[in-house]
C-alpha cells in the first residue's frame, strides 16, 4: 500500500530530528527540500498542506509551468539540476536558489542575468567530490579557483556548497564524501573576507540524508523518501 505523503514527511521529519541528535546540531539549521521532478502540482499540493516549504525542481520549464499552477502556495523554489548556459537566464528571475554552480562560463551567464535583473543570485558551487565522470561540478582540488572567481562577481553571491556523491547501498560508505564536502567549506571559509555567508551545505537525499545530517548538511534534498518512487519519465 502507497503510504501518504504526509505520513512520509513525519518519517522523515523524524529522522532528521535523530540525526541531529546524535550529532548534536539543532534542527532549525536543517531545512528540507522537497525534490519534484516529474511530481504532479496535486502531489506538490499534498506535501505543502503536510508543511513542505521548498521544493527543488531540476528542469527550467518543468518548474515555470508548476510555478504557475502553485502560484497561489507561498513556497520557495531551488534549482538543483544541471543548468545550461542558455537556460541561465530564466532560471535567474524565478528561483530563490541555484544549487548547481558547476563552471566559470556559467557563472558568467548567470551574473550577466543578475545585472539586467538588478538583482544578487544566490549560488550553491557544485562539487563532483567522488570525481565521477557522469556528474557535474567541479572537482574539489579546482574549487578554490571557482570560487575566487565567483567572489568577484557582482551579481552572484555565493552562500555555500553543493554535491552528489557517488551512489552506495550502504550510506555510512558515503560518509567520507560528506566530510570531504564539510572540509573543502571550511577551505573556501578560510580563504574568504566574507565567511560567514558560506554557511549552506546541500546534501543527503532519500537514501543517506540521516548521515549527510551528521556530517553538516544544512539543506538535504529528499524526493522518492516523501513522494514515492518517480516514473521513468516526465508526464
Ligand atoms: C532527484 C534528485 C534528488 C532526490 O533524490 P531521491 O533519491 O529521490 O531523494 C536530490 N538531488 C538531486 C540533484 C536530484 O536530481
Same mark, same amino acid.
Given at each position: 500500500m502507497?503510504?501518504?505523503?504526509?505520513?512520509?514527511?513525519w518519517?522523515?521529519? &523524524?529522522?532528521? =530530528?535523530?540525526?541531529? &541528535?546524535?550529532?548534536?546540531r539543532?534542527?532549525? /539549521?536543517? $531545512?528540507?527540500?522537497?525534490?519534484?521532478?516529474?511530481?504532479?502540482?496535486?502531489?506538490?499540493? +499534498?506535501?505543502? +498542506?503536510?508543511?513542505?516549504?521548498?521544493?527543488?525542481?531540476?528542469?527550467?520549464?518543468?518548474?515555470?509551468?508548476?510555478?504557475?499552477l502553485?502560484?497561489?502556495l507561498?513556497?520557495?523554489?531551488?534549482?538543483?539540476? /544541471?543548468?545550461?548556459?542558455?537556460?541561465?537566464?530564466?532560471?535567474?528571475?524565478?528561483?530563490?536558489?541555484?544549487?548547481?554552480?558547476? $563552471? @566559470?562560463s @556559467?557563472?558568467?551567464?548567470?551574473?550577466?542575468a543578475?545585472?539586467?535583473?538588478?538583482? #544578487?543570485? =544566490?549560488?550553491?558551487?557544485?562539487?563532483?567530490?567522488?570525481?565521477?565522470?557522469? #556528474?557535474?561540478?567541479?572537482?574539489? /582540488?579546482?574549487?578554490?579557483? @571557482?570560487?575566487?572567481?565567483?567572489?568577484?562577481?557582482?551579481?552572484?553571491?555565493?552562500?555555500?556548497?553543493?554535491? @552528489?556523491?557517488?551512489?552506495? +547501498?550502504?550510506?555510512?560508505?558515503?560518509?567520507?564524501?560528506? &566530510?570531504?564536502?564539510?572540509?573543502?567549506?571550511?577551505?573556501?571559509?578560510?580563504?574568504?573576507?566574507?565567511?560567514?555567508?558560506?554557511?549552506?551545505?546541500?546534501?543527503?537525499?532519500? /537514501?543517506d540524508?540521516?548521515?549527510?545530517?551528521?556530517?553538516?548538511?544544512?539543506?538535504?534534498?529528499?524526493?522518492? =523518501?516523501?513522494?514515492?518512487?518517480?516514473?521513468?519519465?516526465?508526464?
Amino acid at each position: 500500500m502507497q503510504e501518504s505523503i504526509k505520513e512520509n514527511l513525519w518519517v522523515i521529519q &523524524q529522522r532528521m =530530528a535523530e540525526a541531529c &541528535q546524535r550529532s548534536g546540531r539543532s534542527i532549525s /539549521h536543517v $531545512r528540507l527540500i522537497g525534490v519534484t521532478k516529474t511530481v504532479s502540482s496535486e502531489s506538490i499540493r +499534498e506535501g505543502v +498542506e503536510a508543511g513542505v516549504g521548498i521544493l527543488g525542481e531540476n528542469y527550467v520549464q518543468e518548474a515555470m509551468k508548476k510555478m504557475e499552477l502553485l502560484k497561489d502556495l507561498p513556497l520557495e523554489w531551488h534549482f538543483i539540476g /544541471h543548468l545550461q548556459s542558455n537556460k541561465a537566464r530564466f532560471a535567474a528571475g524565478i528561483f530563490q536558489l541555484i544549487h548547481t554552480l558547476d $563552471r @566559470l562560463s @556559467l557563472a558568467r551567464e548567470l551574473n550577466k542575468a543578475a545585472r539586467r535583473l538588478d538583482r #544578487k543570485i =544566490a549560488v550553491l558551487l557544485q562539487v563532483n567530490v567522488g570525481d565521477e565522470s557522469s #556528474k557535474s561540478g567541479v572537482q574539489p /582540488h579546482e574549487l578554490t579557483t @571557482l570560487h575566487r572567481e565567483v567572489s568577484r562577481m557582482e551579481g552572484l553571491h555565493v552562500q555555500g556548497l553543493m554535491t @552528489l556523491p557517488p551512489y552506495r +547501498e550502504d550510506p555510512e560508505e558515503v560518509r567520507p564524501f560528506f &566530510q570531504r564536502m564539510r572540509e573543502l567549506l571550511d577551505g573556501i571559509r578560510d580563504r574568504s573576507q566574507n565567511p560567514e555567508d558560506l554557511k549552506e551545505l546541500s546534501m543527503g537525499m532519500s /537514501h543517506d540524508f540521516q548521515v549527510a545530517i551528521e556530517e553538516g548538511a544544512t539543506l538535504i534534498r529528499v524526493g522518492t =523518501a516523501l513522494f514515492g518512487v518517480r516514473p521513468l519519465k516526465t508526464p
